[in-house]
């Protein structure tokens, strides 16, 4: 097809959304990504690669072809009977019925055929994963089920409620309309301190970045070295004590620790120009500073997480030595030193989609919390969006109470400067694992210096943080001791992982002197969580000694400010720049 047309039909359908006002106020530079996303894949799938078009075209043409078989078995007198779906959108016995088998497996057919064609397109690396992860979205985008006239169980549901469900879905619709995202659970159901980051303590450090909370101890004795958590600040730090059945701050608290947290402030007017350095000095370094004070530690145990990691690691790189001499131990959940490979986020973070986004970051000053959450339902785009289309505005069901849903849809803004450094200098030149390749608090970044014992935590299902990129940057440190590899995704492998009634696993041990496949093949598997096999390292590596528990919170330097979950992570900040 000529890539003028292409070009043209692509600015066509970008035109006609913006004008139409269902779309009012929909991201604009969002749209023309995807429409010029959508023109890069039909331009790939219109390119000569004979071998796959080939494919494709014997795969309709042939005789007897699918498609042929699929319309005799279909039809009224049909010779056989379609085979159910392994689709889990598709598993309702109202598939199976009628006109709804050939829709369904129309779909099925025609998406495998997009997604194999754009699977074989021969591009150079990057733009292939671009290519074949849009087509899946694509594909995915397209499915009956997402439909009201294609879908079997949506239309049931309005007969039997006398339309009354497409009434509520469409009140649904609009009420998320208004406030500018998809409804992923029972909001009201939710409250800070109440039900979510119940745990007793206290702000004992405030500055116009963070918030330091120190945790009421549960043990009349605990580890005489405290435990600092470093949370990612694109997220809200109560994951860590998300209820009392899954906090990993309580139970580390019940197993004798004295814990604090770093709660990140909502960039907003106050913190939109803060870079690494900030983040590092008034973030990192003041919450070191004033844990050691409070606590009257020799030594500190960090345990941090995502991009908090990340942050952890530059902030070990260029710390001042008397202040790195605090630091017991450093634990690495979910986090990237080497970002050669960072997995589907690699769609979102090249060179020219970057430099179109630094258009809103302009007029924003910020990288909206929406923006991100956006990007992150894209990679799951069934679960995290159509599923929900489907049951909220399709069905007019509303969705159940979910904690985690609440924690995932309650954004976070980045500044910036730091947004852009961080996609620039990290995902995309990968510099931070070359020694000199960056300089933070002007002074050369050489992770070489981060002399520290090191644990690092993956997990087996995680789509932000590679497990097999997340076990090559252990090699770039001097002192990692310990490499856990647990079953689970992002969220479910790592924080949310509690040793009560825990169906998981994970690996350790092993040979980490060579690759990350024959490190798993050597490791030693246990079912359970891995909190106490960690909490086992921290006394082997950082010591065990134990002192008795402080009988309040802070100090004469650090007084008590507010009770726990503190005042930053309550900060109504806008989401959508």
């Known amino acids: 097809m000529d890539q003028e047309i292409m070009k043209k039909l692509s600015q066509t359908m970008l035109d006609a959304t913006k004008s139409h006002p269902l779309f009012a106020g929909m991201d604009g530079t969002l749209m023309s990504d995807l429409a010029r996303n959508w023109t890069e894949a039909a331009q790939a799938m219109t390119a000569p690669n004979a071998q796959a078009w080939g494919a494709w075209a014997k795969m309709w043409s042939g005789d007897p072809s699918e498609m042929s078989n699929l319309w005799l078995t279909s039809l009224p007198g049909g010779k056989a009977q379609a085979a159910p779906s392994k689709d889990r959108r598709f598993g309702d016995e109202a598939w199976n019925e009628g006109i709804f088998p050939l829709l369904r497996q129309s779909y099925e057919l025609t998406a495998k055929a997009m997604v194999d064609l754009a699977d074989k397109a021969g591009l150079p690396e990057h733009e292939q994963r671009k290519l074949s992860f849009y087509a899946r979205v694509t594909a995915d985008n397209l499915a009956p089920s997402n439909f009201v006239l294609s879908n079997p169980e949506v239309l049931k549901l309005a007969q039997e409620t006398g339309g009354q469900s497409l009434i ?107 870079d690494w350095d900030d983040y590092i000095t008034k973030g990192v370094m003041a919450a070191i500073d004033a844990t050691a004070d409070i606590a009257k530690a020799e030594k500190i145990d960090l345990l941090s997480w995502c991009n908090g990691g990340t942050l952890l690691l530059a902030a070990l790189a260029v710390m001042p030595e008397a202040q790195k001499s605090l630091v017991g131990s450093a634990t690495f959940l979910s986090s990237l030193l080497d970002f050669s490979d960072p997995g589907e986020v690699e769609v979102f973070v090249d060179q020219a989609q970057n430099e179109v986004y630094k258009a809103r970051l302009g007029t924003a000053k910020v990288a909206p919390g929406r923006d991100i959450a956006r990007a992150m339902a894209m990679l799951h785009v069934n679960e995290s969006i159509w599923g929900f289309v489907v049951n909220n505005y399709l069905k007019g069901q509303n969705p159940p109470p979910s904690d985690i849903l609440y924690w995932n849809a309650d954004t976070s803004n980045m500044p910036a400067p730091y947004y852009s450094y961080f996609v620039e200098e990290m995902y995309q030149a990968n510099k931070l694992k070359d020694p000199g390749a960056l300089t933070l608090l002007n002074q050369p970044v050489d992770c070489a210096n981060i002399d520290v014992p090191c644990c690092f935590v993956s997990a087996t299902g995680d789509h932000i943080v590679p497990w097999k990129t997340s076990y090559a940057s252990t090699a770039l440190l001097p002192k990692v001791t310990e490499f856990i590899l647990t079953s689970g995704g992002h969220v479910s492998g790592t924080v949310i992982n509690h040793p009560v009634k825990n169906r998981r696993y994970f690996l350790s041990g092993g040979d980490r002197s060579g690759s990350s496949d024959a490190w798993q093949a050597s490791a030693d598997r246990t079912e359970g969580s891995w909190w106490p096999h960690w909490l086992g390292w921290l006394d082997r590596t950082s010591g065990a000694d134990q002192r008795s528990a402080p009988r309040v919170l802070g100090n004469r330097n650090h007084p008590e400010l507010a009770p726990a979950p503190g005042t930053y992570v309550l900060e109504n900040v806008p989401q959508d720049g």
């Open 168 to 274: 509520d879905g469409f009140s649904n619709l609009l009420a998320d309309l208004k406030k500018g995202y998809i409804t992923t659970t029972d909001e009201s159901a939710f409250k800070l301190g109440e039900n979510l980051a119940t745990t007793p303590g206290a702000v004992v450090y405030r500055n116009p970045l963070i918030e330091l909370i120190q945790y009421t101890p549960v043990t009349p004795k605990v580890r005489a070295n405290p435990i600092l958590i470093v949370p990612p600040c694109v997220n809200k730090f109560y994951i860590f004590d998300i209820n009392e059945k899954k906090s990993m701050i309580r139970y580390l608290l019940e197993e004798g620790n004295s814990v604090f947290v770093i709660s990140w402030r909502n960039a907003g007017p106050e913190t939109r120009d803060y």
